[in-house]
């Protein structure tokens, strides 16, 4: 079976062992130089001033929320198809997320939306950059500031990916990672990270990661939580960001391949492969979804889909606010599909996935 992703062939001749032993005979194992190191390389492979890393990706949205002023009773912008990752952390703080719809050509936050969303006055925006394309990021921006709204990038699925030459997550008021085994950055367990340029936000957010302690033991901001990156992931995801970008190049590499293949069989692929795309997920959308996807696992290709079940759909929060119409984000979610598409994919398993989706169409 070709999987959705698998870590074995791009961590292969790679030695994890030797930086996890200096940690370990070091016995310093939270908060240390390995974080330290990683916090400035990181922040330097985005382009900005601050890089402050975490437990998760969800703790870094929940803590960038808190140190941009969200509290209890306010509303945040926020799209209905990234897994309910956003809509985690804004009902962390007590605040409440507004859903608005997306562009269908790029499945990321409408600018129409946004700016009918602006209406209701919310707190803050995030903006998901999904599946490794950007959002309009400079449209969305521009709307969010001229209505005196901070933006927050989540940036879990572009690693890398880039508008007019700046990185994601350069872009916001502050932006968030996921250091999760999957993602283009990925660690051996969880991590996160919040990247900003602004002082007074790096500083609150040094403190809210950890128990909102000013110097130790002395609690100088209230909502803080205990969210800090430990020193072997750190270690684990500084081997790794130096090959981030060739592994993008890989994922790439893939995209093109599957987008120049299935150009004429009328299947509708999202991803537009330039530069700019980190191509974390290779996403379509296909009618009689269920059947290509028992096809495809009967020629032995694994797919999924991301996601099935829109935030303002989930059973857990019945009474959701959506800001003007959901209908993209209603009627793509019963037709995406993810193929495989991960770095060190063999070109023979790219083949074999061309194959059998090519088989589908024929039969
Ligand atoms: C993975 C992911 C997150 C959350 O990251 P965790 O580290 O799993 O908490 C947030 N947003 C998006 C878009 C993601 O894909």
Same mark, same amino acid.
């Given at each position: 079976?070709?999987?959705?992703?698998?870590?074995?062939?791009?961590?292969?001749?790679?030695?994890?062992?030797?930086?996890?032993?200096?940690?370990?005979?070091?016995?310093?194992?939270?908060?240390?130089?390995?974080?330290?190191?990683?916090?400035?390389?990181?922040?330097?492979?985005?382009?900005?001033?601050?890089?402050?890393?975490?437990?998760?990706?969800?703790?870094?949205?929940?803590?960038?929320?808190?140190?941009?002023?969200?509290?209890?009773?306010?509303?945040?912008?926020?799209?209905?198809?990234?897994?309910?990752?956003?809509?985690?952390?804004?009902?962390?703080?007590?605040?409440?997320?507004?859903?608005?719809?997306?562009?269908?050509?790029?499945?990321?936050?409408?600018?129409?939306?946004?700016?009918?969303?602006?209406?209701?006055?919310?707190?803050?925006?995030?903006?998901?950059?999904?599946?490794?394309?950007?959002?309009?990021?400079?449209?969305?921006?521009?709307?969010?500031?001229?209505?005196?709204?901070?933006?927050?990038?989540?940036?879990?699925?572009?690693?890398?990916?880039?508008?007019?030459?700046?990185?994601?997550?350069?872009?916001?008021?502050?932006?968030?990672?996921?250091?999760?085994?999957?993602?283009?950055?990925?660690?051996?367990?969880?991590?996160?990270?919040?990247?900003?340029?602004?002082?007074?936000?790096?500083?609150?957010?040094?403190?809210?990661?950890?128990?909102?302690?000013?110097?130790?033991?002395?609690?100088?901001?209230?909502?803080?939580?205990?969210? +800090?990156?430990? =020193?072997?992931? !750190?270690?684990?995801?500084?081997?790794? &960001? $130096?090959?981030? %970008?060739?592994?993008? *190049?890989?994922?790439?590499?893939?995209?093109? +391949?599957?987008? =120049?293949?299935? !150009?004429?069989?009328?299947?509708?692929? &999202? $991803?537009?492969? %330039?530069?700019?795309? *980190?191509?974390?997920?290779?996403?379509?959308?296909?009618?009689?979804?269920?059947?290509?996807?028992?096809?495809?696992?009967?020629?032995?290709?694994?797919?999924?889909?991301?996601?099935?079940?829109?935030?303002?759909?989930?059973?857990?929060?019945?009474?959701?606010?959506?800001?003007?119409?959901?209908?993209?984000?209603?009627?793509?979610?019963?037709?995406?599909?993810?193929?495989?598409?991960?770095?060190?994919?063999?070109?023979?398993?790219?083949?074999?996935?061309?194959?059998?989706?090519?088989?589908?169409?024929?039969?």
């Amino acid at each position: 079976m070709i999987p959705l992703f698998s870590d074995v062939a791009m961590n292969r001749n790679l030695d994890f062992l030797g930086a996890v032993k200096k940690v370990l005979d070091r016995h310093w194992y939270v908060l240390g130089e390995e974080v330290t190191g990683f916090e400035s390389e990181f922040a330097d492979y985005v382009g900005v001033g601050y890089c402050v890393s975490m437990a998760n990706g969800t703790d870094a949205i929940e803590i960038a929320l808190r140190s941009v002023g969200v509290e209890s009773g306010d509303l945040v912008v926020t799209v209905a198809n990234a897994g309910f990752y956003s809509s985690t952390a804004i009902h962390a703080v007590g605040a409440t997320p507004l859903y608005v719809d997306i562009n269908p050509s790029c499945m990321t936050m409408s600018v129409d939306a946004l700016a009918e969303a602006l209406k209701f006055k919310p707190k803050c925006v995030i903006v998901t950059h999904l599946y490794g394309q950007m959002a309009n990021i400079k449209e969305l921006l521009a709307l969010a500031h001229a209505a005196g709204v901070m933006l927050i990038e989540d940036c879990a699925q572009s690693h890398g990916a880039k508008t007019d030459g700046h990185q994601a997550g350069s872009w916001g008021d502050a932006a968030c990672f996921s250091f999760y085994p999957t993602k283009n950055l990925g660690a051996m367990g969880d991590g996160g990270a919040v990247v900003t340029n602004n002082d007074e936000l790096a500083a609150r957010l040094k403190t809210l990661r950890q128990y909102g302690w000013s110097s130790k033991y002395h609690v100088g901001h209230a909502g803080g939580k205990n969210s +800090r990156l430990d =020193e072997m992931q !750190a270690a684990i995801l500084r081997i790794k &960001l $130096p090959l981030l %970008d060739s592994w993008n *190049a890989s994922r790439r590499d893939i995209a093109f +391949r599957y987008n =120049e293949a299935f !150009a004429n069989l009328g299947f509708d692929a &999202l $991803p537009s492969v %330039d530069d700019s795309f *980190a191509a974390h997920l290779y996403v379509a959308r296909i009618q009689n979804r269920d059947a290509f996807r028992e096809f495809l696992k009967s020629e032995g290709v694994a797919t999924d889909v991301h996601y099935p079940v829109p935030d303002h759909w989930q059973a857990a929060y019945t009474q959701p606010r959506v800001a003007g119409s959901m209908e993209v984000t209603d009627s793509s979610c019963k037709n995406l599909v993810t193929l495989p598409c991960f770095p060190g994919m063999a070109d023979e398993a790219v083949d074999t996935v061309i194959a059998a989706v090519k088989k589908y169409f024929e039969q």
